[in-house]
């Protein structure tokens, strides 16, 4: 399944490359894509278990960038 997530106040590039790895690290995810200047997340998931991939995804953001929110 293919997602694209709005972002909000995500203040640096270098933290968007960091939110990358750490997403791309948890089970489930195939890819993750985030464009600084569009302020856009676009995924590739499992279907399976969506919900829960979809709050460890929130956890690392916030965890990385803590002001930085995601518009699903």
């Given at each position: 399944?293919?997602?694209?997530?709005?972002?909000?106040?995500?203040d640096?590039?270098?933290c968007?490359?960091?939110?990358?790895?750490?997403?791309?690290?948890?089970?489930?995810v195939k890819?993750c894509?985030?464009?600084?200047?569009?302020?856009?997340?676009?995924?590739?998931?499992?279907?399976?278990n969506?919900e829960?991939?979809?709050?460890q995804?929130?956890?690392t953001?916030?965890?990385?960038?803590?002001?930085c929110?995601?518009?699903?």
């Amino acid at each position: 399944m293919k997602k694209v997530i709005a972002m909000e106040d995500l203040d640096c590039a270098n933290c968007a490359a960091k939110m990358e790895r750490n997403i791309c690290q948890i089970p489930g995810v195939k890819s993750c894509n985030i464009n600084f200047l569009l302020q856009r997340m676009t995924l590739e998931l499992d279907d399976e278990n969506l919900e829960n991939i979809i709050k460890q995804i929130k956890a690392t953001v916030r965890k990385t960038e803590p002001d930085c929110r995601l518009k699903i």
